[in-house]
């Protein structure tokens, strides 16, 4: 379509890409003009030549942003489905097992299965004792257990607050030393029955690389599956 747009402009340019190889036309001395084809800001090539290059540069921008949206959209639609397929296949595995111990171990397995994580565990609030209980885990257990409720204060304040979120900065959790040095981000969906905060399952990574709303998103669904269809047999 560009070459055809060429032609009927008898434009004389060429298009680079950022690093100055030439995709289209024949490169030459840029004599007179240069235009930049961005998105978002991100410098993606130049074209160059005659008076033609900015109409061009514009053309190609606008096809950018056109094929980025329609990527981004692909994407919703894929992570839509495989929400979809997981909330199905999971609700089937939770319907084959009764014991809370197994089911939150099951959630976890499928959470980390699906988020790449390096550690992850559920937690539970037991109202009776005032303490917070390890229900499952998987991996190396990243925090000191006796120390998540000899300053449960501070862990409380994440947990029981009903929000799912990623955490980037953990030094406040690293210098109490509830979470081992090891771990560099968090990630925890709240477990909730109604407007009940029950508990938290959550993921740990001991890479700077940080997770995606798209993993939130995810582990968010499976938290509110979990105690959805076993609410009942979860209480601590």
Do not use: C
């Not at 009764?98 to 939150?104: D, Q, T």
């Not at 799912?164 to 081992?180: K, R």
């Not at 040095?181 to 905060?197: D, G, M």
């Amino acid at each position: 379509m560009v070459q055809s747009f060429l032609d009927q402009l008898k434009a004389d340019v060429f298009i680079e890409d950022e690093n100055g190889k030439v995709l289209l036309g024949n490169g030459h001395e840029a004599s007179g003009n240069q235009s930049p084809v961005t998105l978002d800001d991100e410098l993606l090539g130049w074209v160059k030549g005659d008076e033609n290059a900015n109409i061009i540069a514009r053309l190609l921008t606008h096809l950018s942003q056109k094929e980025s949206e329609k990527k981004k959209l692909g994407s919703e639609v894929l992570n839509l489905y495989q929400e979809v397929n997981l909330i199905f296949n999971f609700s089937e595995k939770l319907a084959q097992t009764i014991e809370p111990g197994a089911i939150a171990q099951t959630t976890l397995d499928e959470a980390s299965h699906l988020i790449k994580s390096d550690t992850g565990v559920v937690v539970l609030w037991d109202e009776k004792s005032k303490s917070l209980k390890v229900i499952a885990s998987s991996g190396e257990l990243f925090f000191d257990e006796e120390k998540i409720n000899s300053n449960r204060s501070l862990l409380l304040k994440i947990i029981l607050s009903g929000q799912s979120e990623i955490i980037g900065d953990i030094s406040s959790l690293a210098n109490a030393g509830i979470i081992l040095p090891e771990v560099k981000t968090v990630l925890y969906a709240a477990l909730k029955v109604n407007h009940r905060v029950m508990g938290a399952i959550i993921l740990a990574r001991h890479e700077l690389i940080q997770y995606t709303a798209a993993d939130l998103k995810l582990l968010t669904t499976l938290g509110t599956t979990i105690f959805f269809r076993h609410r009942k047999r979860l209480v601590v």
